[in-house]
């Protein structure tokens, strides 16, 4: 840069230098930000797992993202502790994971987190005793079975949202911690939900996402709490999957297959206390974070009207 050009440049009035130099920091902060992205989702390593402990437990194992879970964990050599409500979906789960992962080893616990919590609870602390549970997959998790409004909800369905989602959650991670805390290590993996993080609202699902919202802020809290007690907790936030409680039986681009986004997520456990990890759905959070809050909440409304009235259409058929 010639002297000439300095004298034009400094020449300018000053509330051009401001915006830019205002501009230049806004470009350079994009580049950090985007570089920083593409080394986080495609370049860190992943953390070996087993330096945790050589046990991992997962809740709601037997379908969905639960399952291919399982299955990443196994294959990283951890052994298992499945927790779910259905004995022979459990043993399925099991003989599945044996016969490709001969060395796996697994025991099971029954426990329906629509039943007495306590005693299943019970059944977890028992089974865990002695055990370096290093890894714990709180996956388990019910949704609407279609959009409603909030007073179409009944008794049965918002007890059952906050039992599982939240008290659920909450318990097992409180029966899981004490040893992690003691032998100074672990990592605690909380599924949330765009639905409660990405999007502004989720109209006629209010109940779910506000109780994906308590595992964002769980999940945050207990990250500061313990992170200098060797302990990584993180909240992860999947846009759609393909899973039976989604609804959705193809994947595509934007919406992978359970496996598919497990084996994205098995990369991020240790480190942000929030994430999405599978990348196509990052694309789509800065994406929604570019439209107005107005027109999204409105277009997601008319996507859950969409939705309620098929679910009422199917349930008229059902009583029918």
């Known amino acids: 840069m010639d002297l000439s050009c300095i004298e034009y440049i400094l020449s300018q009035p000053i509330w051009v230098l401001l915006l830019s130099v205002i501009g230049f920091f806004h470009l350079f902060i994009t580049f950090i930000t985007f570089f920083t992205w593409v080394f986080i989702t495609f370049l860190r390593p992943a953390k070996n797992l087993k330096n945790y402990g050589s046990w991992a437990l997962v809740t709601g194992p037997t379908d969905g993202i639960g399952k291919a879970f399982s299955f990443q964990l196994a294959q990283k050599g951890l052994n298992l502790i499945l927790v779910g409500r259905n004995t022979n979906k459990l ?11 001969g060395k796996t080893q697994i025991k099971i616990v029954v426990m329906d987190f629509l039943g007495d919590l306590s005693e299943g609870i019970k059944r977890i602390e028992e089974t865990i005793e002695g ?3 290093g890894v714990l997959i709180n996956n388990v998790g019910m949704c609407y079975p279609y959009a409603k409004f909030f007073h179409e909800v009944d008794e049965e ?16 991670t ?23 993080i990405v999007v502004p609202s989720d109209p006629l ?32 936030v999947p846009l759609y999957v393909a899973t039976k409680m989604a609804s959705i039986k193809r994947s595509s681009f934007f919406v992978p297959s359970a496996d598919g986004y497990a084996q994205a997520a098995m990369r991020w456990i240790g480190y942000e206390p929030r994430c999405t990890p599978y990348w196509p759905h990052s694309v789509l959070w800065y994406l929604v974070g570019l439209v107005p809050e107005s027109a999204f909440d409105a277009w997601r409304l008319s996507f859950g009207l969409g939705i309620r009235k098929k679910g009422q259409l199917k349930d008229t058929r059902k009583r029918a």
Do not use: H, W
Request: one cysteine or more.
């Open 91 to 101: 043993k399925e789960v099991s003989n599945e994971i044996q016969t490709k992962f």
């Open 131 to 133: 055990l370096d549970i």
């Open 157 to 172: 369905l918002l007890n059952g949202l906050i039992k599982i989602n939240v008290e659920g959650t909450t318990k097992v």
């Open 174 to 196: 409180q029966a899981v911690l004490p040893g992690m805390l003691k032998r100074k290590k672990g990592a605690i993996v909380s599924i949330g939900s765009g639905a409660a």
């Open 205 to 236: 699902y209010a109940v779910y996402a506000a109780t994906k919202g308590y595992i964002d802020q769980f999940s945050k809290c207990l990250y500061v709490e313990y992170k200098k007690s060797g302990i990584d907790v993180q909240c992860q």
